[in-house]
């Protein structure tokens, strides 16, 4: 689950709640382990680099998160739709209880780096109980609730809340930025928990992006298709252009071996396979070069196969929808039609706007 996080943001939760009275923390520094992150904590942070924020957060209206959640036949519980949504609808907003900063040396998810033995030590498991007692009386029921989809024995009693906690850092947060350190051959994972949207499943086929909004410090989930009453609201853990083989791969720090989706159960894999890998290998710049009648092929092209994988949420589709209209008028002909201008523009608002695993 990745989001982009700004340097302001890295900022303000590097400068959180450092828990002193710690065991070892004179050896593993809790700010470079895991950090609790308050609201107003933030938000008076922030307030430092972004003198128009407010000087107190606004309370969430009631009816943001029109969902409800019921177990699923092979991801345990997961979110449904309470009403239907279209594209570019918010169907969940709301401000996370728990943000976590882990020094990270390998991680499948992450491409290959190597997970530093601090992510499993006594440290961060007790900053993260500690951390549950300045929770919110709702936040704390979430994070216990969360707690109890992870069936751990034989781990050893004193054990089992610490491994618990760990297992809700990893499969239900999303990841909202990192930042390498070369000089300590470490980055920073930064991850974020809340009530409903971490208990959102994977699809490599995926209904809502997810977005983090650091000024209203709140976690949305923006519809990229229609979704029906009673549908399940799935969104993506990892990087959607890569082939099923390598997204199982990327999967696998989640819990999820295999992904059963409806795009990785589909007959046409291999079809899928080039398809995605056509996405993958796209470049915009070499596009440009290229004489009209070559590039509008590239383009309508890779337009297909975005939209035949129904991946018109990422990036680069409004883009190329507008980069479609440039070379079209170069050639003396129509630029956009009236419909593919609503869906350059649509797709490129849920990239974009404000509201943002």
Same mark, same amino acid.
């Given at each position: 689950?990745?989001?982009?996080? @700004?340097?302001?943001?890295?900022?303000?939760?590097?400068?959180?709640?450092?828990? @002193?009275?710690?065991?070892? +923390?004179? *050896? /593993?520094?809790?700010?470079?382990?895991?950090?609790?992150?308050?609201?107003?904590?933030?938000? *008076?942070?922030?307030?430092?680099?972004?003198?128009?924020?407010?000087?107190?957060?606004?309370?969430?209206?009631?009816?943001?998160? +029109?969902?409800?959640?019921?177990?699923?036949?092979?991801?345990?519980?997961?979110?449904?739709?309470?009403?239907?949504? &279209?594209?570019?609808?918010?169907?969940?907003?709301?401000?996370?209880?728990?943000?976590?900063?882990? *020094?990270?040396?390998?991680?499948?998810?992450? #491409?290959? &780096?190597?997970?530093?033995?601090?992510?499993?030590? %006594?440290?961060?498991?007790?900053?993260?109980?500690?951390?549950?007692?300045?929770?919110?009386?709702? =936040?704390?029921?979430?994070?216990?609730?969360?707690?109890?989809?992870?069936?751990?024995?034989?781990?050893?009693?004193?054990?089992?809340?610490?491994?618990?906690?760990?297992?809700?850092?990893?499969?239900?947060?999303?990841?909202?930025?990192?930042?390498?350190?070369?000089?300590?051959?470490?980055? &920073? *994972?930064?991850?974020?928990?809340?009530?409903?949207?971490?208990?959102? =499943?994977?699809?490599?086929?995926?209904?809502?992006?997810?977005?983090?909004?650091?000024?209203?410090?709140?976690?949305?989930?923006?519809?990229?298709? $229609?979704?029906?009453? #009673?549908? !399940?609201?799935? @969104?993506?853990?990892?990087?959607?252009?890569?082939?099923?083989?390598?997204?199982?791969?990327?999967?696998?720090?989640?819990?999820?071996?295999?992904?059963?989706?409806?795009?990785? !159960?589909?007959?046409?894999?291999?079809? %899928?396979?080039?398809?995605? &890998?056509?996405?993958?290998?796209?470049?915009?710049?070499?596009?440009?070069?290229?004489?009209?009648?070559?590039?509008?092929?590239?383009?309508?092209?890779?337009?297909? +196969?975005? $939209? !035949?994988?129904?991946?018109?949420?990422?990036?680069?589709?409004?883009?190329?929808?507008?980069?479609?209209?440039?070379?079209?008028?170069?050639?003396?002909?129509?630029?956009?039609?009236?419909?593919?201008?609503?869906?350059?523009?649509?797709?490129? /608002?849920?990239?974009? /706007? #404000?509201?943002?695993?």
């Amino acid at each position: 689950m990745e989001i982009a996080a @700004t340097k302001a943001w890295k900022e303000a939760v590097l400068k959180r709640v450092i828990y @002193t009275n710690i065991p070892d +923390a004179a *050896d /593993s520094p809790a700010h470079d382990t895991v950090l609790y992150v308050g609201e107003q904590v933030v938000l *008076d942070t922030l307030r430092r680099k972004y003198r128009n924020l407010p000087r107190k957060y606004v309370p969430l209206p009631d009816g943001l998160v +029109a969902v409800y959640w019921q177990s699923t036949p092979s991801l345990s519980l997961g979110v449904f739709a309470k009403r239907a949504f &279209k594209p570019g609808d918010v169907v969940v907003r709301e401000r996370p209880f728990l943000i976590a900063a882990a *020094d990270i040396g390998f991680d499948p998810s992450a #491409g290959g &780096k190597k997970v530093n033995p601090l992510i499993g030590n %006594s440290v961060l498991g007790e900053i993260l109980k500690l951390a549950e007692r300045h929770f919110l009386p709702p =936040n704390r029921d979430g994070f216990a609730a969360l707690l109890t989809d992870y069936s751990l024995n034989p781990v050893h009693d004193l054990m089992k809340d610490m491994f618990r906690s760990l297992y809700v850092l990893c499969c239900n947060s999303f990841r909202i930025g990192e930042e390498d350190l070369e000089t300590s051959g470490v980055y &920073k *994972d930064y991850r974020l928990v809340s009530r409903v949207a971490s208990r959102i =499943n994977h699809s490599c086929s995926p209904n809502v992006v997810c977005r983090f909004d650091e000024a209203t410090f709140t976690f949305n989930a923006v519809v990229t298709r $229609e979704i029906q009453i #009673g549908e !399940e609201i799935l @969104t993506t853990y990892c990087a959607l252009e890569l082939p099923r083989a390598e997204r199982h791969r990327r999967l696998l720090p989640y819990n999820i071996d295999p992904c059963r989706c409806e795009a990785c !159960e589909m007959t046409d894999q291999e079809g %899928s396979n080039q398809r995605r &890998k056509m996405i993958y290998d796209f470049d915009i710049r070499k596009v440009i070069d290229l004489s009209p009648r070559k590039a509008l092929k590239e383009l309508i092209g890779v337009r297909n +196969a975005i $939209e !035949e994988e129904n991946l018109q949420f990422l990036p680069v589709y409004p883009m190329v929808l507008q980069l479609m209209g440039s070379f079209w008028a170069k050639l003396g002909k129509s630029t956009l039609s009236e419909g593919l201008q609503k869906q350059a523009d649509l797709y490129h /608002s849920i990239h974009t /706007s #404000g509201p943002s695993r």
